[in-house]
C-alpha cells in the first residue's frame, strides 16, 4: 500500500506548506494532492511544488468539472506533467449543488453523463491523435448551436503531451458515480471508506468494472482520510463529529446526500437517520453527538500516534492502492511511512 498526502492548501504562505512537501518526498511519501472547493485552485499550487521536488507524484484531489472545460482541464493536466516530468495524476470531480451552482454559475445537471463525456474529451485531446470531436448530450465539439459564428472546425492541440495517457481519477460517492468510475477511470478517490465495509462500498464499482471487462486491478482505490491527533480517540473523534454531522445530515431540496446513503450503506442507517433528523431540527450539537464512534473510528485516523498507526494496520490487506491523509503532521507522516 502506497502513502498520499491530501494538502488542504487554504492559500497561506508557501514557506508554511513546502517544507512539510519536501519532507514528505524526502521520507518516501509516493503522493502529494491538492484540494479544491471555493478558494485557492487545484492547480497553482502543483505548478510551484512540480519546480520544487523531483520524485513525489502530484495529483488533483479534486478539480471541479463544472469549473473549466474539458479542453482546459486537458491544456492543464498535459501542462502540469510537463512540469513535473510525467509526475502528475488528474483527479476530477463534479463537486456539490450550491459550489457548482452557487460559485460556478452551471447548471447541477445529468451529473453522470456530464463526467462520462467530459472524461471523453479529456482522453481525447491529451492523446494527441486527431482533432476533437463530439456530439454528446451535453458537451458538443466543434459548438454549432445558437450564437455560434457557423466557422468552427475540429481542433487538435498544438502541444505534444508527455504521455499520451495521464491517470484520471474521479471522486466520487454515490453508487451510480462510483459504478461509473469503475467503468471508465484510473482510480477511485474516495470520501468515506472503511476496510471493515469494503466488500458492500465496492460492489458499485465492482458493476462497473465488470460491465466494462475489465480487471479489478485496472482502477486504483485511493481514499482520502480526515485525520484528528489527539491525546486520547474520545478528544480525536469529537473534534471530527461536526463534520461527520454536516455530511450526513445535510439535506437540500432535489439533491440526494450521498454520504447518507453511504452510511446506511455501512451499516449505520439508524444513526445516520438521528443525525438528518436533529440536523434538519436546526440541533447541531444533538447531530454530533448521533455519529456513532465506531463509524468515526472507522473511515478516519483519531487518537494519540499509537492507536493511529495501528488503525492504519487495519488498512493493510485491503484493497486499497493509495493511502490519503488529510493532515500536514510530519511526525504521524514519518510513523505511517515505516508501517506501510
Given at each position: 500500500m502506497r502513502l498520499g498526502l491530501a494538502l488542504g492548501y487554504g492559500g497561506e504562505p508557501m514557506e508554511h506548506l513546502l517544507p512539510v512537501v519536501e519532507h514528505a518526498e524526502r521520507i518516501g511519501v509516493d503522493s502529494i494532492w491538492s484540494v479544491e472547493e471555493?478558494?485557492?485552485?487545484?492547480?497553482?499550487?502543483?505548478?510551484?511544488?512540480?519546480a520544487r521536488t523531483e520524485r513525489i507524484e502530484l495529483g488533483t484531489a479534486i478539480m471541479q468539472i463544472p469549473a473549466r472545460t474539458p479542453a482546459a482541464t486537458a491544456m492543464t493536466a498535459m501542462t502540469l506533467d510537463v512540469l513535473s516530468k510525467g509526475r502528475f495524476q488528474l483527479g476530477l470531480g463534479l463537486s456539490v449543488p450550491w459550489i457548482v451552482e452557487g460559485w460556478h454559475g452551471q447548471p447541477y445537471t445529468r451529473p453522470l453523463q456530464r463526467t462520462r463525456e467530459y472524461?471523453?474529451?479529456?482522453?481525447?485531446?491529451?492523446?494527441?491523435?486527431?482533432?476533437?470531436?463530439?456530439?454528446?448530450?451535453?458537451?458538443?465539439?466543434?459548438?454549432?448551436?445558437?450564437?455560434?459564428?457557423?466557422?468552427?472546425?475540429?481542433?487538435?492541440?498544438?502541444?505534444?503531451?508527455?504521455?499520451?495517457?495521464?491517470?484520471?481519477?474521479?471522486?466520487?460517492?454515490?453508487?451510480?458515480?462510483?459504478?461509473?468510475?469503475?467503468?471508465?477511470?484510473d482510480g477511485w478517490l474516495a470520501g468515506m471508506y472503511?476496510?471493515?465495509?469494503?466488500?458492500?462500498?465496492?460492489?458499485?464499482?465492482?458493476?462497473?468494472?465488470?460491465?466494462?471487462?475489465?480487471?479489478?486491478?485496472?482502477?486504483?482505490?485511493?481514499?482520502?482520510?480526515?485525520?484528528?491527533?489527539?491525546?486520547?480517540?474520545?478528544e480525536g473523534r469529537d473534534r471530527l463529529r461536526p463534520l461527520f454531522a454536516h455530511l450526513i445530515g445535510a439535506v437540500a431540496p432535489g439533491v440526494r446526500n450521498t454520504y447518507f446513503d453511504v452510511a446506511c450503506q455501512m451499516g449505520y442507517e439508524g444513526a445516520a437517520h438521528d443525525i438528518r433528523r436533529h440536523?434538519?431540527?436546526?440541533?447541531?450539537?444533538?447531530?454530533?453527538?448521533?455519529?456513532?464512534?465506531?463509524?468515526?473510528?472507522?473511515?478516519?485516523?483519531?487518537g494519540p500516534l499509537p492507536a493511529i498507526v495501528e488503525r492504519i494496520l487495519a488498512w493493510k490487506d485491503s484493497r486499497v492502492d493509495t493511502l490519503i491523509l488529510l493532515d500536514r503532521d510530519t511526525e504521524l507522516m514519518e510513523a505511517a511511512r515505516a508501517v506501510l
Open positions: 471555493y478558494g485557492p485552485d487545484a492547480v497553482s499550487v502543483l505548478g510551484y511544488l512540480a472524461v471523453e474529451i479529456v482522453r481525447k485531446a491529451i492523446a494527441h491523435e486527431e482533432r476533437v470531436e463530439h456530439g454528446g448530450e451535453i458537451y458538443r465539439l466543434p459548438y454549432r448551436g445558437p450564437g455560434s459564428t457557423g466557422r468552427a472546425r475540429p481542433v487538435r492541440s498544438e502541444m505534444n503531451p508527455l504521455r499520451p495517457h495521464i491517470p484520471i481519477y474521479l471522486g466520487a460517492i454515490g453508487p451510480r458515480n462510483v459504478a461509473l468510475t469503475g467503468e471508465i477511470a472503511a476496510p471493515e465495509h469494503e466488500k458492500a462500498l465496492t460492489r458499485p464499482l465492482d458493476e462497473g468494472i465488470t460491465g466494462a471487462g475489465r480487471a479489478s486491478s485496472d482502477v486504483k482505490i485511493c481514499p482520502i482520510l480526515y485525520v484528528s491527533r489527539a491525546a486520547t480517540p474520545g440536523f434538519a431540527d436546526g440541533h447541531k450539537t444533538g447531530a454530533a453527538q448521533a455519529v456513532p464512534d465506531t463509524l468515526l473510528d472507522e473511515v478516519a485516523l483519531v
